[in-house]
């Protein structure tokens, strides 16, 4: 389910995403870029809400912070295959760590969050293997396991 750029009008807000997550319990897929005002709650309720999410981007969600991607995390890391985050200015270092728990990971995407740390990232990248080399705007990752 797309909401991208809902964030003017009878979308203001993000009741949208949240009323569609509760009464769609198998969304498996969604996209919340540049629906400026996705808080924190609304992902935690998406995220108990929700069966088996696989796919949720972000981008540009500068209202969410660590606590809402681990919430999202601790209920799907067995089913997600690609998070967005791009512009998520909340988020710091300490969400690789969480990261690293997704082992179904494929396709991770990030950039323009200002407060994460080269030592963030190479605690990720301890937990899961990269098979696709930079400069390609997703990070394609596998467990190493």
Do not use: W
Not at 80 to 85: A, G, I, T, V
Not at 86 to 109: D, M, P, Q, V, Y
């Amino acid at each position: 389910m797309s909401f991208i750029g809902c964030s003017k009008g009878a979308f203001q807000g993000d009741s949208i995403l949240l009323i569609s997550a509760l009464y769609c319990k198998n969304l498996s897929h969604i996209d919340a870029s540049y629906a400026h005002t996705v808080r924190d709650q609304t992902i935690r309720a998406v995220a108990e809400a929700s069966v088996a999410l696989k796919s949720v981007q972000l981008n540009g969600a500068q209202n969410i912070s660590n606590s809402a991607i681990e919430h999202l995390v601790r209920y799907h890391k067995s089913t997600l295959e690609r998070l967005e985050l791009f512009g998520c200015f909340r988020l710091n270092s300490k969400i690789f760590t969480t990261l690293g728990e997704c082992h179904g990971l494929k396709a991770l995407a990030f950039g323009f969050l200002h407060h994460l740390s080269s030592a963030g990232l190479l605690e990720l990248v301890s937990k899961v293997c990269i098979y696709s080399s930079f400069p390609s705007p997703l990070a394609r990752l596998h467990s190493c396991n």
